[in-house]
């Protein structure tokens, strides 16, 4: 595809709730990158993935956040029980083999 | 103490003024930052990197890098409303061995037509 894409835009969850955020990252990229932005701030990291394997998952919140990338190119960020504090915009990046990549247009995730 | 700082601003400039936006860093060993530009409800877009010490300049942009002072600015000429937007400043996470980048929390530009 032109860039990276992001499913699905909005959602809107109950608290307690399961969701599942996609990422298809701009074809042929290697590196893949999942952050959480809350209002006013910058990006925060929450997990980076080379192909398939994820080899840094430091900046997930905790054992709810859950992210795989099984055939190395989509990947999926999965929330279990979702929480208010859960709410934010989830963005995905992709790049080939320099940092700085290219953003997806992020998954916009209101938890009531 | 956050590794990558902005002030948050905002900051605001009437148009055709320069606009000048900082940002400071503790990783010494930093050899390369990022300046993204983020529209409101948008997601960042990378406008300018810069790896080495001086200017760099692209169009209305120029990135300025100063290791011995640990500090990155951006500034853009002739400003024009559709310049307004946050402007994170990004730099490596010197503790992995990958192209991971810490972001700051963004500076708020408002171009006052």
């Known amino acids: 595809g032109a860039g990276v894409s992001q499913s699905p835009r909005y959602k809107v969850a109950k608290r307690g709730q399961d969701v599942a955020l996609r990422c298809d990252p701009i074809s042929g990229h290697v590196s893949l990158f999942w952050y959480q932005q809350a209002l006013g701030q910058g990006p925060e990291f929450l997990t980076y993935f080379q192909n398939e394997a994820q080899l840094d998952k430091s900046g997930l919140p905790s054992d709810r956040f859950f992210a795989e990338r099984p055939e190395g190119s989509v990947s999926t960020l999965k929330i279990q029980r979702t929480q208010q504090e859960d709410s934010a915009v989830y963005l995905c990046a992709s790049s080939l083999d320099s940092p700085g990549g290219y953003f997806g247009p992020g998954t916009r995730l209101l938890v009531l | 103490q956050k590794e990558v700082e902005q002030n948050s601003g905002p900051l605001s400039v009437p148009e055709g003024a320069i606009a000048s936006l900082n940002c400071t860093y503790s990783d010494r060993g930093s050899q390369s930052f990022f300046w993204y530009r983020q529209y409101s409800g948008k997601s960042p877009e990378l406008i300018m990197f810069i790896y080495s010490n001086g200017d760099k300049e692209d169009g209305r942009f120029t990135a300025q890098l100063n290791k011995a002072s640990q500090y990155v600015s951006l500034l853009i000429r002739d400003s024009q409303p559709s310049d307004s937007a946050t402007y994170l400043c990004?730099?490596?996470?010197?503790?992995?061995?990958?192209?991971?980048?810490?972001f700051g929390p963004g500076t708020s530009l408002s171009v006052i037509p």
């Open positions: 990004a730099g490596p996470d010197g503790k992995t061995s990958y192209d991971k980048v810490i």
